[in-house]
């Protein structure tokens, strides 16, 4: 019996081997190489390795005919490791904050079909707001989507708004893309956000942005609290101890502040 999962593309499983075939040893390779080491014919080699030419996959030296990786790969890879150094930086400061404050934090990233939760230090609270490492959220609903959205660029932002059908989740939840555009002007404005029981109607988040050396906005870190033990009291000292702690992540990823308001990040649209 086969082992492979129920959804297997064959097609895309031969592209994967065929881009594994490239090693710090074997960097270039012809087509017959490549025939050789997949046991494929030529034809079929040549239109798999032509389909990822011409996304960026492959690169095709047009003299020596030699195959080697292409820049996409690399820019993919800088994305992971960009990931991997911001989770790594950034854990410290979730432990930090839920020991002091004892509420669940999170490390959110931005991804095109959705932010993701990239870390989490857990509440020690009997009561607390669930949430699970890799769960992709929507971007109408929750607090650090809707931070991401609001401090990305223009251009990719007015992507998500318009290419989108938003899901109502409580009765709080904000599905019209005006509605959207508005709250994100606010959002910028304070330069964090707290949303209330849009996503969970038992929740409330608050969330503060993540800025890099190019002033973009990498990811947020947020508290999510049960809304049965918040007030507006607590919810001023979670968001200064956010505010503080993204200030600093900011820095060490190179971040470099136009306006220093007591340690809140003020980025330019």
Not at 12 to 21: E, N, P
Not at 115 to 142: K, Y
Not at 162 to 172: A, D, G, Q
Not at 238 to 265: K, N, T, W
């Amino acid at each position: 019996m086969s082992s492979r999962p129920t959804y297997y593309l064959e097609s895309v499983g031969r592209a994967i081997q065929l881009l594994d075939c490239f090693t710090r040893d074997t960097p270039e390779l012809r087509l017959t190489d490549l025939s050789n080491k997949l046991e494929m014919s030529k034809a079929q080699v040549l239109r798999i390795a032509s389909t990822l030419e011409m996304s960026g996959y492959l690169l095709r030296d047009p003299q020596t005919k030699r195959y080697r990786l292409g820049i996409r790969l690399f820019q993919l890879g800088m994305l992971v490791q960009q990931q991997l150094d911001l989770r790594r930086i950034v854990h410290p400061y979730l432990e930090d904050l839920v020991a002091r404050a004892d509420e669940s934090a999170r490390l959110i990233v931005p991804d095109d079909d959705g932010p993701i939760c990239l870390d989490l230090v857990e509440s020690h609270q009997g009561t607390r707001v669930f949430a699970q490492l890799g769960q992709r959220m929507p971007w109408n609903a929750g607090t650090s989507p809707k931070l991401i959205l609001a401090f990305m660029p223009e251009e990719r932002r007015e992507r998500i708004l318009t290419r989108n059908r938003f899901e109502r989740y409580t009765e709080r939840t904000v599905t019209d893309p005006d509605a959207l555009r508005e709250e994100t002007r606010e959002i910028r404005r304070l330069g964090y956000h707290i949303g209330r029981r849009d996503l969970d109607q038992d929740a409330t988040g608050i969330s503060a942005p993540l800025f890099d050396h190019e002033e973009q906005i990498v990811g947020t870190i947020n508290f999510s609290v049960p809304v049965s033990r918040i007030s507006e009291a607590r919810i001023e000292q979670l968001v200064r101890m956010l505010l503080d702690a993204a200030h600093e992540v900011s820095l060490q990823l190179g971040y470099q502040p136009a306006v220093d308001h007591g340690h809140a990040i003020v980025a330019n649209d």
